[in-house]
T-cell receptor
Framework: NAGVTQTPKFRILKIGQSMTLQCTQD?????MYWYRQDPGMGLKLIYY???????DKGEVPNGYNVSRSTTEDFPLRLELAAPSQTSVYFC?????????????FGSGTRLTVV | SQKIEQNSEALNIQEGKTATLTCNYT??????LQWYRQDPGRGPVFLLL?????KEKRKERLKVTFDTTLKQSLFHITASQPADSATYLC????????????FGRGTQLTVWP
């Protein structure tokens, strides 16, 4: 099992550019999440999805968009990159209604906006 | 919103000792609490979960307690080893079907020989 796969691992963007962070999972999990982690800070929830076609905002959604067309994929879109979006982004998934296994996280995407 | 505090940013202990990490929370009481390990440059890895009606949970050298009166969880690593060196995160969930986790900043544990 690959688990949760994120691409790219690193990216440098110029202010105002756009990009999509890819996330795919092969565990047939219904729930998927996007978090960002800033140095010395806890993980902050950006967006989440409870199933294909259903998404909702988390704590810090401004400047981001998501879509969930399939169970496997949950891409995160940055439309107009800003320096404040410099962070490490983690995608995670979990089985619906079964908290026993916790979340499975990807290895992250380190994004720098200059 | 939920506020989560982990006792300190860094904890240094000698190999063989027991490491104890603290997680305090405010506002509403979570249905369960989770602990994760995070190594540099990697995503968090799930370790243990404890429900609000459980006082203690064990897994090998790990032990977690949950005191809903004190709004506190303690995470213990017994017989610590240098390989246990990592950042440990606590996370809370409200127990809703949405399953949204709120994470603390983490405690960086260093175990020296």
């Amino acid at each position: 099992n690959a688990g949760v796969t994120q691409t790219p691992k690193f990216r440098i963007l110029k202010i105002g550019q756009s990009m999509t962070l890819q996330c795919t999972q092969d565990m047939n999990h219904n729930y998927m999440y996007w978090y960002r982690q800033d140095p010395g800070m806890g993980l902050k929830l950006i967006y989440y999805s409870v199933g294909a076609g259903i998404t909702d905002k988390g704590e810090v959604p401004n400047g981001y968009n998501v879509s969930r067309s399939t169970t496997e994929d949950f891409p995160l879109r940055l439309e107009l990159a800003a320096p404040s979006q410099t962070s490490v982004y983690f995608c995670a998934s979990s089985p619906r209604g079964d908290e026993l296994y916790g979340y499975t996280f990807g290895s992250g995407t380190r994004l720098t906006v200059v | 919103s939920q506020k989560i505090e982990q006792n300190s940013e860094a904890l240094n202990i000698q190999e063989g000792k027991t490491a104890t990490l603290t997680c305090n929370y405010t506002n509403y009481s979570p249905a369960y609490l989770q602990w994760y390990r995070q190594d540099p440059g990697r995503g968090p890895v799930f370790l243990l979960l404890i429900r609000e009606n459980e006082k203690e949970k064990r897994k090998e050298r790990l032990k977690v307690t949950f005191d809903t009166t004190l709004k506190q969880s303690l995470f213990h690593i017994t017989a610590s080893q240098p390989a246990d060196s990592a950042t440990y995160l606590c996370a809370l969930d409200r127990g809703s079907t949405l399953g949204r986790l709120y994470f603390g900043r983490g405690t960086q544990l260093t175990v020296w020989p």
